[in-house]
């Protein structure tokens, strides 16, 4: 499993191509540490096949992500998907978030159907539902946040009250309506530096790498 707030490494993306339910003793469940693995290949022979190419490694990324934490938060997306997208804000491009939250209705609609669905002992289902206009204000959020850091760079210590003030002020101008307004977004962060997290492993890091050159709007919300 991923530390928390780090992507899964590319070795174990390719591996869950080939995973295969392994019972214990001829019984009918799966220990909860297959969770990830049956989800994403779930995903893969059900969904992924509606998610945009370009799209489609963000997306399955994303859900690994999910996933890794589902037991631990019984379920409740409401919970769980604030602090990860706090963690991995400091990683990713913002092209990441664009996919993401194009593709959200998709891929809650297929953990609501198949989480159920997992032969664990203790059967797990999703408990709290996470809506779109949500999770667009706390990608929006996120975002903010990162647009005033940049804007504040190199003005010395500020107190913490300035920086909530610039992140208030551009939420204001990337958020209306419970949506996301990327041309906004683009012309705020896309200027900015982006090199990937140095400890991640390299075909990750190539990835990001990647999807920071990307338009980010096609597809978006």
Known sequence: MPKQGQFAKSTR????????????????????????????VRFALTAKKRVAPAAQETVQRFLIELADRLVEANGNLVQLVPPLLAKLNSQVPWQFYAQVTANWDLLQRFLVKELPAVPLAQRLRVTAQLSTARLNQLVAEQLAQKGAAATLLGRGPLPPAQTQLVAKQLLAVLYRDGQIDWQQVRALLAPLPYQPAPELD?????????????PGLTGAN
């Not at 993306?13 to 994403?40: A, E």
């Not at 390299?202 to 990307?214: I, K, M, S, Y």
């Open 202 to 214: 390299l075909p990750t890091r190539q990835w990001l790498t990647a999807l920071a050159q990307q």
């Open 13 to 40: 993306t390719k591996q869950l191509n080939s995973f295969k339910v392994k019972r214990r003793g001829g019984g009918n469940t799966i220990p909860t540490d297959q969770l990830t693995d049956f989800l994403v």
